[in-house]
Structures are given as C-alpha cells and as structure tokens.
C-alpha cells in the first residue's frame, strides 16, 4: 500500500450559510467560509465564537439549523457522522483507556472490517509517522500528554481521510510540547496534504500554523486572510484588536484624510469613521521611545523578552501605549523615566472613539 500523492489527498470544504442557535444562543449566524484542498485553515475566535459548532458539523457532530457543508462539492450536511471522510482529534486526548496505543489507532480500521494483517502494518505505519514507533504496547495513561495527542492524530489519519479536524488539539499541553507538536502537526499536514480544519483560541498558534486564518465573531466570519496579511490588513477593528497586540489611541480628524494622534499627523488607512473624536490603532513595533527629560510620556513597565523590550507608557491626556523596541535602544527608559514618543511615519487605522 502507498500513501496518495499529496495533490490528491486534499478536499475542498465549504461552510455555506450555517446557522445554529441553541435556544437563546446563537452559535452561528451565517457563517460562509472555505477551507481549500490541501489547506491548513484555522478557526480562531474569543470562547463563544462558533467554532467548535462549525468544526462539529464537518465531523456530523453536529446538524445546522440551516445553511449546509460541502465536501468537494457534495452536501454532506444529513450525512451521519460515521460514514464522513474525517478524522477528528479532540482537545482532551479522548483515547480508549483499555486499549493499547496499537488498538486505539486500530479501532476505526476494525470497526470498518480492514483485514487484520492490513490493520497491523497500517497501524505501524502511523505510529512511525507520529514518532511513536516503539509504543504500540503501551497503554494511554503511560504516555505523556503530547504522546497521547500523538497517537489521537494517529487515530484520526487510520482511514486516510481527505479532511482532517482538530479542536484545540494543544490547549492541554505545556507550552514546551505544545510549541514542537505545533510544528509537528504542521509538517505532517503538509506532507499528506490534507485539508486541516484546526480551531484554536490562541491566535498564536494560529498564525504560526495556518496558511490561512479565519476570525470568527459571535458566529459570523470577520475576515479570512492569510496570517501576514491578517497582521498587517486588519478589515475590522475586531481582527486588528483580536489579532496580535495593539495599541488605541486618542485621536482626531484632521482634513486631507489626516488624524492628529500623540501630536503627529498621520494618514489614515482605509475608511474614515465619523468624527472628529478617534481611536487609532497602532502596533507596538510602530511605536519608538526615547528618554528625554522634557518628553510628555511616563514610563510604568518594561519587560525584557531578548532582544525585544516591550515599554509600557503613561500618555499625557490619559491612556497608556505600549512599544516594542530593540533592547538596545530600551536600556535608559526605566520606571518612571519620561519620554518622548513617535510613531512610525505610516498609515493608521482608525475606528470610532470609544468615548464617543
Ligand atoms: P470555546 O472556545 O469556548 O469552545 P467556541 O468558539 O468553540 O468556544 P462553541 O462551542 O461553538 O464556541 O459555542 C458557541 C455558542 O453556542 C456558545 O455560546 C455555547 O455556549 C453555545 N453552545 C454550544 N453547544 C451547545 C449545546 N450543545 N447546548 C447549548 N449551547 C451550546
């Protein structure tokens, strides 16, 4: 048996319209999105947001209200869980207890009748493509969690599915073993080239993984944008806000599509909100500092990340502002130092003002 080429393994997933309440709640209110074949799309989103119902229906966990899903064109909306293309891996590692590593990752093969000799050598296959080829013996709770999520993923790739599905599948990890499954899981999609729905709160671990990632707000997609052009083209003040830090300042409009913000003007980006009252939102790494005697701005806290210092400062009018800045250029902005600030001479967005 071979594995497929990669250009084949993929499928095209299409969320169409979804919308599900539970009583008062709606989960999804519309939700239109598409994960292209070979993909690694994730789904992130404050707790609440509709991801896990979205992600659920692909697995038939879960029924929409209305709206459908279409895998490689077909609805499989009212198709039953068991006889989808999916493999799914859950953020609790959900292995059977009673079973060997072996057998779990053997389960779905047997429950659809693969011939044992076939099952053994498949099961072999997976357990050496998650790193796991010397534990097949072994039972789940004498593995460590990472190993255990492993063999989920092992499970979950068994039927050679054409989409593959993970709900926070590292939220239960230390942060060491979350960080290499990360790449780990990454290199695998990449090699089998399948279509991974993965849903995450942890916009790190989205941007980092995803070739694209879709913001989800209270059950409605924001923007689906791959991760460089989510960081710097944010198409709501939701994304910029949710996605990476950032700052919002004070500011006011001035004319020629100009905004006045810690006495610079500045060109806005994109489109103007009523004013003339502000906010701007600006990202640490556009923000320098310099100590300067005579500078409007107070230093609270800086905290030393290498060879990035992110300095928090007190505005004058009110507000504080972070910045990133090169540890070099951090060393004399101490706790109650005064500053100078400057923005980075480039278009902002800007959004109403929150005191508005
Ligand atoms: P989290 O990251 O917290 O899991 P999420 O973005 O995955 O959040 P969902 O689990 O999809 O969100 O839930 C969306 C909304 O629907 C939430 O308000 C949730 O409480 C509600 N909800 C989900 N499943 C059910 C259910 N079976 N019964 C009642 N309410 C539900």
Redesign the pocket.
Do not use: D, P
């Given at each position: 048996e071979r594995t497929r080429p990669a250009a084949a393994t993929g499928a095209r997933v299409e969320f169409r319209s979804l919308r599900r309440a539970?009583?008062p709640?709606t989960?999804l209110d519309g939700l239109d999105l598409t994960a292209e074949p070979g993909e690694l799309l994730a789904l992130l989103?404050p707790?609440?947001?509709?991801?896990?119902?979205?992600l659920r229906m692909v697995a038939g966990f879960e029924q929409p209200d209305s709206g459908e899903v279409l895998v490689d064109g077909e609805d499989i909306t009212r198709v039953p869980a068991n006889r989808r293309d999916a493999g799914m891996v859950f953020q609790s590692y959900s292995l059977f207890p009673n079973l060997t590593v072996r057998d779990n990752v053997s389960f779905g093969m047997r429950v659809r009748k693969v011939p044992a000799a076939r099952r053994q050598a498949r099961a072999a296959e997976l357990l050496e493509l998650v790193g796991l080829p010397r534990h097949g013996d072994r039972y789940p709770h004498q593995l460590s969690g990472g190993q255990q999520q492993r063999v989920a993923l092992a499970r979950a790739l068994a039927l050679e599915p054409r989409v593959l599905l993970l709900d926070?599948p590292l939220s239960a990890l230390d942060a060491k073993v979350r960080l290499s499954l990360r790449e780990e899981i990454r290199r695998l999609q990449l090699s089998l080239g399948i279509t991974t729905v993965f849903?995450t709160?942890d916009q790190e671990e989205a941007l980092s993984m995803a070739d694209r990632v879709a913001v989800?707000n209270a059950g409605r997609l924001e923007q689906c944008a791959a991760p460089a052009e989510l960081y710097a083209r944010p198409a709501t003040a939701f994304v910029a806000e949710f996605v990476g830090t950032m700052n919002r300042l004070p500011g006011r409009l001035a004319d020629g599509g100009l905004v006045v913000v810690a006495g610079q003007r500045l060109p806005v980006d994109g489109v103007v909100p009523d004013g003339p009252d502000v906010d701007v939102l600006v990202r640490p790494e556009n923000v320098t500092a310099e100590a300067d005697a005579e500078g409007a701005a107070t230093v609270v806290s800086s905290s030393f990340f290498g060879a990035v210092t992110r300095v928090h400062l007190d505005l004058p009018g009110g507000g504080t502002v972070k910045a990133d800045l090169s540890s070099r250029d951090a060393a004399d902005l101490v706790p109650g130092a005064r500053a100078s600030l400057r923005l980075a001479p480039q278009p902002v967005l800007v959004v109403p003002g929150a005191a508005a």
């Open positions: 539970f009583g709640t989960a989103g707790s609440g947001c509709g991801k896990t119902t979205a926070e849903v709160h989800l």
